[in-house]
């Protein structure tokens, strides 16, 4: 029995108690993976309005629950037994998000000086300027 069941814990939702354990938690896990693959699109994000550093410790998240879901499955969904990362999963997961992050925040940094640059060299922008006008 697991440590939580014996203190009287559950963190299934009660409407899901029902069928077979592993039945149960194979459902549990797939919920659990769409969940954390619809949080990827937050990592672009905060990589454009905070930077590399939020977004890859959201991306390490991200990656790490999903390297405990395959440990999970890996088990045969049997979590009586925790699944833990060790080093060697950090280091695949590191070199796995860290470059993702890095050069997504470096094209966005280029994308936005792109844009910067067009928009001041635009010749709407560049009249309005000159005859003092608001763009």
Known sequence: MPPSTARGRCYIPLSEMHGDAAARMAAQVARARRMLDSGRPLVAALRRQCGARLACEIGLAIAGGLRILDMIEAQKFDTTRRPKLGWRDWAALLSRVLP????????GL??????????????????????GERP
């Open 100 to 107: 993702r992050v890095l050069a997504g925040s470096l094209f």
């Open 110 to 131: 280029r994308a936005r000086r792109a844009d910067t640059a067009a928009a001041s060299a635009s010749p709407i922008s560049t009249n309005a300027h000159r005859s």
